[in-house]
Structure formats: C-alpha cells, structure tokens
C-alpha cells in the first residue's frame, strides 16, 4: 500500500462517511416527515371530534329550550272554532260567526302555545264541515286536558249584550265558570252565568269541556266594532286564554260551588 493509495482508500472512506450521513439525514427527514404528518392527521381528528363535541352540545342545548317552550308536563288544550263549511252559524251583514270563531280560536291558540301550552284545533280554516260528534272524537283522540268550544250569540234585540259559558256534564262547570267570568271582565260585559247544554261535543268528550258565548254579535255595537277591525276578537281571545290559564293555574270554586241553571238550550 502505497501513500497514495491510504490517501485514496481515505477518500473513499470519506465518501461512505459522507454517504452514510447523507441517509441518515435523509432517513431522520422522513421519519420526521412522517411524525408531522401523523401529529397533523391525530389534530385533525381532534378538531373533527370537537366540532362534533360541539354540535351534540348546541343539539342538547336546542332540545332544552324546546322542552321549555313546550313543557311536557304542561296541559293541552283542544280548541274548536264553533261551525265552519257548510254551516257559517249566526251571521250579521257580511260577517259569519264560523269566521270570527276561528279567527278568536287561532289568536287563542297563539297566545297559549307562547305560554308553552299544547294546542290542538278541530279545524284551522273555514272551509271545513264537521259535525259536534266529530269534534269531540278529534279532542279525544288527542288526549287534551280540556276542550274548549268557541261561538258567538245571537238574538233579535240588538241592544241584547252579555258573556256566557255551557257545559254538557259537572265535569265541565268549573272551566265553563272560569272562561265565562275571565271573557266578561275583558270584554266588560256582564255574566250571565253558565247554563247545561245537552249538546253532542260537550257530552262524548272525555275531558272537562264547556263552550263560551263571549259575546252577542246581533248586538249593534259589537257588530260595529266588527266591522271596524279585529280588536275586539283580539281582547276577546285575551280573556279566553286568561280564563284558561286561570282554570290550570288558580284555585277554582267547586262544581258544587258554582250556580248553573238547568236550561237546555237549543242552538248555539
Ligand atoms: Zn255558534
């Protein structure tokens, strides 16, 4: 081995060195490579994960206020706009009693569903006909805590003016009672008490019912006040919601406490 040969064989070892060091750097670059890829795919499925975290929790959060809005153990109230379809009921001028019934109905039902009550409607426009017995079968197969029929009087005086409330059966007396004195005081009419109703609706249905004659619309100044706007229906579904409200939340006289006559009317 000659000086020159050492210094060539020390090149070459030089260059494997160089050789060896260039892999590895090569090597630990990949590996590094890897581990950022791997640290980024682990971080995005953590934020996927969290995103997911998240929606679950607003999800949550929506079926809480849902609960709240309409608190499950909450009553129902089935409302039934009286007539409607083929039987306009009372009428006065233009006006049909079927189509102010519903529009107090639907304001009603407005009012009770922002409170978080359940509110179903045997109808909601004026075009369908019903018979009495299948309105009750409709409120029953709800299963509503009260049904509550709304109509409006009707007489030949037209200074004939007062608030008053049926019920078929005693179960029904006290709500009859409770709407009859709300929609009075809001209305500012006198009432006239409640009276029996041998009616088909108030009798087949399963829960406490009554019907409320808020007001006579042959009465010359209501059906002024008619014609003029809705403001009257709007005060009127304010003391039907109130009295509803009141039936469930205040402490009402007893069936027994409550004065109805006998009558037996024969229209509504
Ligand atoms: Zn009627």
Known sequence: MTDNSRYYINISRNRRRKSNSLITLIKRLLLLIILISAALVVLTFLNQNNKSVSKTVSKTASKITTKTKNKPDM????????????DPGATQGNI?????????????????????????????????????????????????????????????????????ALFGVDQGKVLANAIAQSVSQQLNLSDDGIS????????????????????????????????????????????????IVNYFTKPQPSADQINGTNLVITNE
């Open 196 to 243: 029996q109703f041998d009616d088909n609706e108030l009798i087949k249905s399963n829960m406490p019912s009554a019907l409320i004659e808020s007001f006579f619309m042959t009465n010359t100044d209501e059906y002024n006040s008619l014609l003029s706007g809705n403001s009257r229906l709007d005060q009127e579904a304010q003391g039907i919601a109130g009295g």
């Open 75 to 86: 009553p129902s109230v089935c409302l039934d706009p009286g007539h409607g379809g083929d």
């Open 96 to 164: 049909t009693e079927a189509q102010i019934n519903l529009y107090v109905a639907l304001e009603v039902r407005s009012i009770l569903q922002n409170d978080g009550y359940t509110v179903y409607m045997t109808r909601t426009d004026n075009g369908q006909t019903m018979d009495n017995t299948a309105r009750a079968d409709y409120c029953n197969s709800v299963h509503a805590s009260i049904l509550l029929a709304i109509h409006h009087n009707f007489f030949t005086d037209p200074t004939t003016d007062y608030t008053t």
